[in-house]
């Protein structure tokens, strides 16, 4: 069974400081790897995904993950945050049924 | 283009009724999925359709159900409704190709439901 494990429940960083999320996963196969983002009240937006190819992926407002399949990783990293990055970060693996980690909450200290 | 649309954005009901949630696809897009989230169990896939037939489900009682129309769009039902069932209900919408391919999920801004 597809499993994601998302350790890290909340975050607090600084403006402009760096932001690491972690995200492990456990999939049959080729992973296909999602991260995506949710502001209070709203849907799930898309950040990036990874399916095959080049391990480090970027996406949209400057985010970018790593896959390392050795360590069922894929951290998911901005060099530096701006306070409009404050929501809720999921990260999720599957084909066509998503499963989803529990969430991590990050807060921007000005 | 537009995105994914659900209505009604927020709905109170009370406990035995029941109440029916509307997902229109992004225009192209075939397959509609269903998630539920709540603080509780976080995000959860109840089902997909694709081409007005069932193709995934998740685990939950047959009080959920689901159905897609020819124009891809979906509906969603729950019936004799518990105090459980409050949750933020998302839906996506994507190309929705061979079930052996792995797709993009664009969501919509989600149905919140309480039940009272």
């Known amino acids: 069974a597809q499993s994601v494990t998302q350790p890290d429940i909340h975050i607090t960083v600084s403006e402009g400081a760096s932001l690491e999320l972690r995200c492990n996963y456990s999939?049959?196969?080729?992973?296909?790897l999602f991260w995506y983002v949710q502001s209070p009240g709203q849907g799930l937006q898309l950040l990036l995904k990874?399916?095959?190819?080049?391990?480090l992926v970027q996406g949209i407002k400057g985010f970018e993950a790593e896959f390392k399949r050795s360590q069922s990783s894929f951290n998911l990293r901005k060099p530096s945050v701006h306070w409009s990055d404050a929501a809720e970060y999921f990260c999720?693996?599957?084909?066509?049924?998503?499963?989803f980690g529990t969430g991590t909450r990050l807060t921007i200290i000005p | 283009k537009a995105g994914v649309t659900q209505t009604p954005r927020y709905l109170i009901k009370t406990r035995g009724q029941q109440v029916t949630l509307s997902c229109s696809p992004i225009s192209g897009h075939r397959s509609v999925s269903w998630y539920q989230q709540t603080p509780g169990q976080g995000l959860q896939f109840l089902f997909e359709y694709f081409s007005e037939t069932q193709r995934n489900k998740g685990n939950f009682p047959g009080r959920f159900s689901g159905r897609q129309f020819s124009n891809s769009r979906s509906e969603m039902n729950v019936s004799t409704l518990e105090l459980g069932d409050s949750a933020l209900y998302l839906c996506?919408?994507?190309?929705?190709?061979?079930?052996?391919?792995?797709?993009?999920?664009?969501f919509g801004p989600g149905t919140r439901l309480l039940v009272l």
């Open positions: 990874y399916f095959s190819g080049d391990t």
């Open positions: 996506a919408s994507s190309l929705g190709y061979t079930s052996g391919s792995i797709e993009t999920q664009y």
């Open positions: 999939y049959g196969a080729t992973p296909y």
């Open positions: 999720a693996v599957g084909a066509k049924k998503l499963t």
